[in-house]
T-cell receptor, first 112, second 117 residues
């Protein structure tokens, strides 16, 4: 069974601080996605990484896919209160399927 | 265009009753997924419909859970004889179907919050 371990599960920081969320597995994924979810809504895709070692930037967010495609990280620079939410990593299950395997999520609270 | 819609948004039921949750995917999306989410946690895969193929039911937790998709569009998730541990948010997502699935985006509905008393 493929599992994604996400850490930390909860993070409370002050506005302007930097943070990193980790997503680790013992299994290889063909692609990995990061979603953000706000209360009462469904998750919304932030980024997809496909190639080992790939780095993608989305404004203050930097996403990295490990060389072996088993782990990923999300780094936020100078966090803002608007970044508050639940961040989820999701790996594509093997076998050319659209099915995703999700991590447990990281709840981020950015205080002004 | 409209996104994925789900109904009802909230459902409170008594233990032992049956419930039906509905999902309307984005028009043109032929892949449809159901997930379950406990408070503040990640998503647990339940079932996946891909075009005309047999659904992937590998995530259904028990035979009390079933789902169907009529006409390749609307889907209904049915939970029979509900138990308190079934309480969760049930999320539906849809996506385009294509030959290679790498990096395909899933679009989620707002979910149905189920509470079993």
């Amino acid at each position: 069974t493929q599992l994604l371990e996400q850490s930390p599960q909860f993070l409370s920081i002050q506005e302007g601080e930097n943070l990193t969320v980790y997503c680790n597995s013992s299994s290889v994924f063909s692609s990995l996605q990061w979603y953000r979810q706000e209360p009462g809504e469904g998750p919304v895709l932030l980024v997809t990484v496909v190639t080992g070692g790939e780095v993608k930037k989305l404004k203050r967010l930097t996403f990295q896919f490990g060389d072996a495609r088993k782990d990923s990280s999300l780094h936020i620079t100078a966090a803002q209160p608007g970044d508050t939410g639940l961040y989820l990593c999701a790996g594509q299950a093997p076998g050319n399927t659209g099915k995703l395997i999700f991590g447990q999520g990281t709840t981020l609270q950015v205080k002004p | 265009g409209a996104g994925v819609s789900q109904s009802p948004s909230n459902k409170v039921t008594e233990k032992g009753k049956d419930v039906e949750l509905r999902c309307d995917p984005i028009s043109g999306h032929t892949a449809l997924y159901w997930y379950r989410q406990s408070l503040g946690q990640g998503l647990e895969f339940l079932i996946y419909f891909q075009g005309n193929s047999a659904p992937d039911k590998s995530g259904l937790p028990s035979d009390r859970f079933s789902a169907e998709r009529t006409g390749g569009s609307v889907s209904t998730l049915t939970i029979q004889r509900t138990q308190q541990e079934d309480s969760a948010v049930y999320l539906c997502a849809s996506s385009l179907e294509r030959r290679l699935w790498t990096g395909i985006e899933q679009f989620f509905g707002p979910g149905t919050r189920l509470t079993v008393l």
